[in-house]
């Protein structure tokens, strides 16, 4: 196990190329398998779960192969429509195959997948829009096992607008017979890099980033080069970082527009913040102002997986915020730690009530989860002496090189074996 090391109480200078997106990458890889044709693409992050998506693709028959900045997958020897459980277990995001694998043989194996315990997070949007497009679906012994003499198109509404069930519909659906329509569809900008990838593919999807999303089927895709979106959560933490801390970044790779609500309460707090194109330049005195209320939506509205961060920033800021966490049930499980360092956090339920304090001090926590991780590193940067931060395996799922990056920014923070 590994543990973070901070002296708190420096401010954050320079300039950060985000990685790209997690959240892109993870599915992109997953929809790899959708033709026999080799698959380019670049950036792909050095994080822990895009290496667990990457290892189930080899499991199933894929063959990787790492060149410079590029990973090339070639799945025309894949095989195998059963996803190993070991592997699942880690990576939520492997439900993702599920579509892709389906569409490869018309038949897929998966056990329920693992990740982040921030909640129950179910999977009945994926499976009801999957049976709609002619899926039979069995679940016993902890398995979900899906079968398809054909995939059909169809009209699917949505109950709510989950990305991963959008995603995974939009792969089941790119060589089903006829259109499949999706309507209350996620309109996140991943969402519109999977279409975006899968077009260039020789898919036919339109309307991502919008409410309805239209696929029309085709008989076969072919190989691609491909470059994914930055990570806005990435952008975000180190935006975050800095506004609480004080000083000056600028990141590269995310447009504003990605990360605009984000963007309006570190204003909110007194940040002052200049873009042009994909750069997001941030400068702060460190002395925040509180907002009233921060609420997690669906995009565009303030990320879940920003809210945890946003939160430790808060626990400084002059004043009181309400946080209130639609999307997830469990995500304020950073607050007992925060708690450790000095914050004033009250939680009931899905509301978390933030009074500021005037300081934050050193302690050892632990990290329970990616993004609470995330939060609690920020916390240590702005407090007052010496933090450990155990248990890093969480935050390798999402962030690379988080320490080499934060310390071309002036913090004082080192990885240790514990």
């Known amino acids: 196990m590994d543990k973070y090391i901070i002296d708190g109480g420096e401010k954050l200078y320079g300039k950060v190329r985000v990685q790209g997106a997690k959240n892109t990458v993870l599915p992109l890889l997953a929809a790899s398998v959708l033709t026999d044709e080799q698959v380019k693409i670049r950036g792909v992050p050095t994080i822990a779960d895009a290496e667990n998506m990457l290892r189930i693709l080899t499991e199933v028959g894929c063959k990787i192969r790492r060149q410079k900045d590029c990973t090339v997958i070639d799945s025309s020897n894949a095989v195998s429509h059963e996803i190993p459980p070991r592997l699942t277990k880690e990576l939520r995001s492997s439900v993702f195959m599920l579509g892709s694998v389906l569409t490869r043989f018309r038949r897929a194996k998966i056990s329920y997948p693992g990740g982040c315990d921030i909640g129950l997070r179910p999977i009945d949007l994926h499976l009801s829009g999957l049976k709609k497009l002619g899926v039979e679906i069995i679940e016993e012994g902890g398995y979900i096992e899906c079968k398809a003499d054909k995939l059909v198109g169809a009209e699917i509404l949505l109950d709510f607008p989950s990305v991963g069930a959008t995603e995974n519909i939009i792969l089941a659906a790119v060589k089903a017979q006829g259109v499949t329509v999706i309507r209350n569809a996620a309109k996140e900008p991943e969402i519109v890099d999977l279409q975006n990838f899968l077009c260039a593919m020789g898919a036919k999807v339109c309307g991502a980033g919008g409410g309805t999303v239209v696929v029309e089927g085709v008989k076969r895709l072919h190989g691609v080069e491909y470059t994914p979106i930055g990570d806005r959560i990435e952008a975000g933490t180190y935006l975050v970082a800095t506004a609480s801390c004080g000083g000056e970044i600028e990141t590269e790779g995310v447009p504003p527009e990605n990360i605009a609500a ?15 194109n994909d750069k997001i330049v941030l400068s702060s005195s460190g002395r925040l102002l509180a907002v009233d209320l921060v609420e997690t939506m669906p995009f565009p509205g303030f990320p879940t997986d920003l809210q945890a961060q946003y939160s430790a920033l808060c626990a400084t800021a002059k004043g009181t915020t309400l946080v209130v966490e639609n999307l997830f049930e469990t995500r304020y499980k950073y607050a007992a730690e925060l708690k450790r360092m000095g914050a004033d956090i009250t939680v009931r339920g899905r509301t978390a009530v933030i009074r500021g304090v005037e300081k934050l001090h050193g302690a050892r926590v632990t990290a329970g989860d990616l993004r609470g991780g995330a939060a609690l590193v920020v916390a240590a940067l702005k407090a007052e002496g010496r933090s450990d931060v155990v248990d890093l395996s969480h ?5 690379a090189e988080f320490e080499y990056k934060l310390k071309k920014l002036g913090a004082k923070i080192r990885r240790v074996r514990i």
Do not use: P, V
Not at 262 to 276: A, F, V
Not at 395 to 399: E, H, P, S, V
């Open 262 to 276: 984000l963007l309006h309460k570190l204003r909110e707090n007194g940040c002052k913040i200049h873009t042009k």
């Open 395 to 399: 935050i390798d799922r999402g962030y």
